[in-house]
């Protein structure tokens, strides 16, 4: 018997059961939504070959991945490690069975990813990523850039927060081109940080961020008029058009972004989508629409999910065809955690248990395993209660967990009937079990 | 661009969608008939402190372990590692989280464990499992192992496999008293072992195997004829009975196995389970009921899943109580596989997709995503197809994944109708697309 440390290790999430399902519910619902909305779900392995995840990595995700070896061996050995996104995995599983598959491929992930990060009040190492993506194999139009931003839009609704959620959409076509345009394309990724970080900063520090790269006043005017196109599609299309910008990238941009937006509109996406020249997203695998999530009522909750359109998933591993897509992710450990902490979440899970059924004596047994059965065979959560503790202890140990008691003595068993309590109101009342007992499957004990 | 092994690792699972979606199916029931048994679910990290997992590690779980490293740091301040199973989490989290739990808990945990096994067919290093436990505080009546059998029961049962299942259940009392009974407690193990391998080898092997060990010819007869028992309740506990072992711990398992198989029967199950002697399960854990599932039809698969009753789940920490406690497990990965290979799987999931809303051209895009929207809403898995492919190449690749084409050209955007095809049957027919625009959630084109 040691001493040993037993809280969970630090960037873990460890739930009760109670929040353990709030949680499931979000994931069974981002699953369903996925699944109508006709991706398939793909599972690649956790564990991963360094050189594949490596052939991706930038050197602060290298620092950050956790490679593997077993305690009888050296570590030198070790060629696997965990890996860190969904988008990795996905390269190679496309690359590995791309004969047995078709495209465009939608697909969805929904797992544990996992990084060394600095452990750090809502930051995880080990967290849940749900992701979709959409490949296509050489080509793959741009409507299906909409068919993930509804897809996500569409997931949030059915979550029922208690606050809105919207989606702000550019393309980063615009933001180089008007970088094209202004012929500064040597400060090009200083720019798209700034911009980046702009809104977690006044507007004054921005200014001066862009005078400190080098820019001239003029520049400086035109990006800051620029990133301040915010809003509905119509006002904010026409506003960049009027900028003049004559550039190709840029006008394309502008089409497609028009183009993404309008459909949206057509499918019923109102209120809820927003086009902003703020959003570049920090990856620089992104090459066309970009997209992000977020509460407009939380602002300082920043981000809740995001993504965005790729030239070529697999582009580094060797392949005759190139892979376009456009992906989305929702950061199921940490979007849990921070509605949980600001109070979003509807609880529906007052009751992890439908029916506590509670015989007064082991004789009773018998019989209640076979109303317990009957009720498990409807689905409907159902626990029996065989302790030899008193009637009102039993009681007060099921109204913990159950919406309903059924009590059952030596008199109901021999009856076939059973005593139901609401637990919730108090409300008792004795019903006929017979019809339960053979098999309808409509009836439950409460209906009855 | 590398030239990378983009095959998965050795030992992990990796499967095409078709076969992802059986997969998850199988976990989904795995899921519902542990949450209709009213078991909580619960989600320990993946990542473990070490010296967690070596509390419980016997020295070759240990050699299994993975320990994990960011690539930036040095191996030797490696203080985590990945579980090898539910078990360990489990007791890590009872006496983390006690003062907020009740008991009798019952759990479930359905995750990935990790160990460094040998690579070699059907042996995993990652790998889902299944698990349910029920933990008392200080005691736990023997009705709850019912509970656990019947569960896994239902859950086998509820895969519908082509092939039936069995519960084989005994109880490690019997044989310790037994063993007790003849003195020969210093071979116990040597004779646990050899139980454990009978049924793998030929009789006369387990004979000499137990005159190897120095038993004597009178002690092996006794335990080939105790080996030999199995079958129905009421012919196996007669014959132990009839033994006349006159021993405190024997007389206390039969009575002990008797009330566990008495109890199932009542509740229904009568074909499904069995008295046997040959099983013992290997780890040393167990002290009481023991089980093990297998397909009769298919002996040389072994078990498909088992359990049993431990004494204290968390004796390796220090605390106040005990918790004796029953669980049993799935391991879902291998069986998954065995199932599979071996053609015992029912395909309901012969297609991926409900429906494929085929737009003749973008021209119908918007009025397509309309009816997607509404399909999607309800349910039904629904993928827009939105290439500019000639109709032939577009309804050649739907038909690879979907039950229904839903084609729309420019005389069904106009009529607010849609042109549904079966494509299992090849009938086609013209429907009216009002209903489900405006919103009825009971009607679906196929419906219509």
Redesign the interface.
Known sequence: ?????????SG??????EK??I??SLKTKIN??Y????F??????????T??LK?KAGSET????????????E?TDST???RFDHTVPLA??I???EN???F?L??SQLG?N?R?ERAQKGRF??FYQCDIDIL?RNSL?I??D??II?TLL?TYNSFELKTPVIARINNRKILSGLIEFLNLQEKSSEIYSIIDHSEKVSPEKTKNSFTEIGLSENDIKKILAFIGLHGERAFVIKNLNSLNINNELFMSGVSELDAVL??LE???YTTQISADMRIVRGLDYYTGTVFEFMLPEYKEIGSIGGGGRYENLT????SNHSFPGVGGSIGLTRLFFVLDEYGLLRDNHAS??DY?IIPLS?NE??YA??I??A??????????????KKLGDKIS?AT??AKFGIIIGEIEANSKTARVKDFETGEEKVVDAKPLLTNSPSETPHSV
Not at 35 to 38: D, P, R, T, V
Not at 40 to 49: S, V
Not at 315 to 318: A, H, V, Y
């Open positions: 018997m040691k001493n040993i440390n037993t809280s969970p290790i873990t999430q460890e739930l009760l059961p353990q399902a949680f499931n369903e939504v699944e109508s909305h006709g398939f779900n793909i599972e690649a392995p956790i564990l991963e070959r050189e594949v052939a290298e620092k950050q991945i956790y490679n593997v070896y077993k305690t009888a061996e570590k696997e490690a965990l190679r599983y690359i590995e069975h047995n598959l078709v465009p939608k697909v544990l996992f060394g190492r080990e296509g139009p409507s299906y909409t068919d509804s569409d309008s459909l057509a499918t019923g582009s580094r591993f060797s992890l248990i506590a082991n047994i018998p395993t076979k317990a059965k009720l498990q065979d409807q689905k409907l959560k159902t626990s029996l209660i065989m302790t030899d140990y913990k967990f």
